[in-house]
């Protein structure tokens, strides 16, 4: 789609915007609404409108598959990890309390270490679903829009 | 603050009526691509009304995925099948039945709950005063519906994070994992 400039222009002043609020969303989560779960998905939706217009190769360009894939292993292996790190420390299965000096801090560690864990796997697996179907179909033609 | 709750009360009435609106739509219309577009609306209107309730947590998700990143995904999938949906063989006397005694059995199960809004629900006297109470003691966290998802409910947050990965895994062994084997027009018939 090379002659739709007015969705270029817009798209390539909305994703840096995008990707701003999904990184707020996600250190912002104990804060205000949102947390993991959105900042991923928003996060993932900056890389599929840069795919929607400028391509699926473009976007598998900067972030190939197989890195995806990783990553979506990776977030789950985070949050799990967490637990298994408290539990080498002498507490439960994600029992955060002894991950600092105060229990307190330790929560907020363990929330912000989790949340992360969570992002990274929902913005992976959204990004690589979406690659999944993108390269299954045939591009759609100027034609048909 | 009755006025207050005069303007939330056209709001909902005015949402709601977005909603049947939109479901009934849904429900006549043969063009899927049409059908998507009205999902993504329902789901943004469902938002709205969980912005009402002050549930702004869910509302972020629901308008994320709901409206966003699962329109796109719909959309993919239309790509694969058709944009028509077809006639319906048989007779909608059946479904019309099911769908007629599972509303109604389901209306007949919130007969026994605490009214609407009613401050007297078990809920609101134990499970969230116990929250309201312990987050800030305990975590320091100053979002509670946070401290619950992460903290008090990390076990059924990492389930849901794996299901996220189970659900990628179920996509990309369906569709094939996006790599392509040779060419540039990719994907098999």
């Known amino acids: 789609m090379k002659h739709h400039s007015i969705l270029r222009v817009v798209s390539k002043l909305l994703i840096p915007p995008i990707i701003l609020y999904a990184l707020y969303v996600q250190w912002h989560g104990d804060y205000g609404p949102g947390g993991g779960f959105q900042a991923g998905v928003v996060f993932a939706v900056a890389f599929i409108l840069y795919a929607l217009v400028y391509g699926v190769d473009e976007m598998m360009r900067i972030l190939p598959p197989r890195l995806l894939h990783a990553l979506a292993g990776i977030g789950v292996l985070i949050y799990a990890g967490t637990g298994v790190v408290t539990m080498l420390l002498g507490e439960n299965f994600l029992g955060y309390n002894v991950l600092a000096h105060d229990p307190k801090h330790g929560q907020e560690w363990g929330i912000i270490v989790v949340e992360l864990g969570v992002g990274i796997t929902v913005a992976s697996v959204m990004m690589s679903i979406f690659i999944a179907f993108a390269c299954h179909n045939p591009p759609i033609k100027d034609e048909e829009w | ?189």
């Open chain 2, 1 to 189: 603050m009755s006025a207050d709750l005069l303007g939330i009360a056209i709001i909902d009435i005015l949402l709601f009526t977005f909603l049947v609106v939109t479901a009934i739509a849904i429900m006549h219309l043969r063009n899927l691509f049409a059908v998507v577009m009205l999902a993504g609306v329902f789901s943004l209107l469902s938002a709205s009304l969980f912005v009402t309730l002050d549930a702004v947590d869910v509302a972020f998700t629901e308008a994320a995925v709901g409206a966003g990143i699962s329109t796109v995904l719909m959309l993919g999938t239309l790509a694969l099948t058709v944009r028509e949906e077809k006639k319906p063989a048989h007779s909608v006397f059946l479904p019309v039945l099911v769908c007629l005694v599972a509303g109604a059995a389901l209306i007949y199960g919130t007969l026994d709950m605490p009214a609407f809004g009613s401050a007297d629900a078990p809920i609101h006297l134990h499970v969230a005063p116990a929250y309201i109470e312990r987050t800030p003691i305990d975590t320091g966290v100053p979002n509670i519906v946070t401290a619950v998802l992460a903290s008090y409910r990390g076990y059924d947050t990492l389930g849901e994070t794996a299901v996220i990965f189970t659900a990628a895994i179920a996509v990309l062994l369906l569709l094939g994992a996006g790599i392509r084997q040779s060419g540039k027009d990719g994907g098999k018939e």
